[in-house]
């Protein structure tokens, strides 16, 4: 029996906002739900908000263990006298209480609670980790508070290369302690990504949008392009490429590791002609002179021509 003389005062089902008749996922989501908002990373300093952290987590340590459950709801139902036994005064044979009867003759034996006799897998715990682009894309170690059994610590966790904003990372056996040689529970890691000001991702690549200007296209020429890592790489152009155009760097995404092969995203890099918002005397007389050169319309084939109809 892993039974505890509070469960007689406590409502666990109140504390994490649900009934009795709540089912195993509608336990999860609430205590999901309460957890997120009462976590300590998210309150630094509000006491109140750590004891009802505690408190939520101490609820789902029973509620969301099927076995202890059911212990907990007919400790409930049988109320705080049915365990007293002579020890409160009065006397009573627990075995005309039938199954019930094994209950708590376990629980109460020469006035010490015993424990289960089975080995019991520990509880998973939830945590919110957010993280810079670079260091979702690059992989990182840090720290997380995570609450198990009423305390909360202070836990390293090696966080992948390439996890995606609103992924959930499983850590086996870095939740709630196992009881009696069980296994720990694991511990759920919801990634929240911060948005980077320069690059974005689409899955394992990169993509970065390079401005050029108008020779550069027209002429062709080569181009610095920065990366994750802050160096540059050098991109050549050809003549005559369009602004809005997509290239490619390979390599130079994203590398990740599944099942011991590893794969590398490349950079895609779109080139967008710069245009200036201010010219000199002298630069808008060149703009000028080139336009008349450039005497062609590059929108003929796409202005409609009534006289063909």
């Not at 300590?40 to 101490?58: C, I, L």
């Not at 039938?98 to 020469?110: A, S, V, W, Y």
């Not at 709630?176 to 899955?203: I, K, S």
Request: charged share 25%; with cysteine; hydrophobic share 30%.
């Amino acid at each position: 029996m892993a039974a505890q003389r509070e469960w007689f005062d406590t409502d666990y089902y109140s504390v994490l906002g649900i009934g009795p008749e709540a089912s195993a996922k509608e336990i999860t989501r609430g205590y999901r739900k309460l957890a997120r908002e009462l976590h300590p990373d998210k309150n630094p300093g509000d006491t109140a908000a750590e004891e009802r952290f505690k408190a939520v987590s101490a609820a789902y340590d029973v509620l969301g263990d099927e076995a202890r459950r059911a212990e907990y709801d007919e400790v409930r139902r049988l109320g705080p006298m049915a365990g007293q036994g002579e020890q409160g005064g009065f006397s009573f044979d627990v075995g005309d209480m039938g199954g019930f009867g094994d209950l708590f003759g376990q629980m109460f034996t020469d006035g010490r609670q015993r424990g289960s006799a089975g080995p019991r897998r520990g509880v998973d715990q939830s945590a919110r980790l957010t993280l810079s682009f670079y260091d979702a894309a690059k992989g990182a170690t840090t720290s997380l508070n995570v609450t198990s059994e009423g305390r909360c610590e202070t836990v390293q966790v090696r966080i992948p290369s390439g996890v995606n904003d609103g992924q959930t990372i499983r850590l086996k056996g870095r939740g709630g302690p196992g009881r009696n040689g069980g296994p720990a529970g694991d511990l759920l890691v919801e990634v929240a990504v911060q948005p980077h000001e320069r690059f974005t991702r689409q899955g394992v690549n990169l993509e970065v949008t390079l401005p050029v200007t108008f020779s550069e296209l027209a002429l062709g020429s080569e181009v610095d392009v920065p990366t994750l890592e802050g160096e540059s790489v050098r991109l050549r152009l050809q003549p005559g490429t369009h602004s809005g155009s997509r290239h490619r760097v390979s390599g130079r995404g994203i590398e990740v590791t599944k099942q011991g092969t590893v794969t590398s995203g490349d950079l895609i890099v779109r080139v967008v002609v710069s245009i200036p918002t201010a010219l000199t005397d002298e630069q808008r007389k060149a703009v000028e002179h080139l336009s008349t050169v450039l005497a062609e319309n590059p929108r003929a084939q796409t202005i409609y021509d009534e006289s063909a109809s």
